[in-house]
């Protein structure tokens, strides 16, 4: 089943493309880890989550600038990965976005995965294993393979 826009939406992601064929348990997971995200870790730029097939890698973040400002963020996830990996590829991603501004010059990346991305990785990764898994686990949206 598709995850509708709207829903998302009103999770606070500003827009969502594409399908992961997701069970409403997924799905409810993947909201609620969307809407802590934009909730808790605001990159200060609208956000676009996509779902599609990726040959090369699990997931990747472009930032689209406009008149050398970032005006919004472009995570791909891979719809063909396991669950797990998409979980996993959506807190790295974020963490990209996190630190976007302050690590990307004109002609990409000062440091790939420096410093900066990660901290914002380690406090992404914290806050949704120690407070939102055990909020959803409570929930009961807590999707299996992620059980203890």
């Known amino acids: 089943m598709k995850t509708p826009t709207r829903q998302l939406a009103r999770w606070g992601v500003v827009s969502w493309e594409g399908s992961m064929k997701l069970n409403k348990r997924e799905r409810r997971h993947w909201q609620y880890m969307l809407h802590q995200l934009k909730k808790h870790f ?8 996509r779902s599609k097939p990726i ?48 690590n990307w010059a ?3 990346p000062k440091e790939e995965h420096g410093e900066t991305w ?7 990764y914290r ?18 393979e992620h059980k203890d």
């Open 42 to 49: 605001s990159p200060g730029v609208p956000v676009v989550v």
């Open 55 to 102: 040959k090369k890698c699990d997931a990747e973040c472009e930032g689209v600038m406009k008149l050398g400002r970032l005006v919004k963020v472009v995570i791909r996830i891979n719809s063909s990965r396991p669950w797990k990996v998409k979980c996993d590829s959506i807190m790295h991603e974020w963490a990209h976005a996190m630190e976007w501004e302050a």
């Open 127 to 144: 806050h949704l294993i120690d407070v939102c898994w055990q909020d959803m686990k409570e929930r009961g949206l807590l999707h299996p």
């Open 118 to 124: 990660g901290v914002w990785y380690s406090k992404i």
């Open 106 to 108: 004109d002609d990409g």
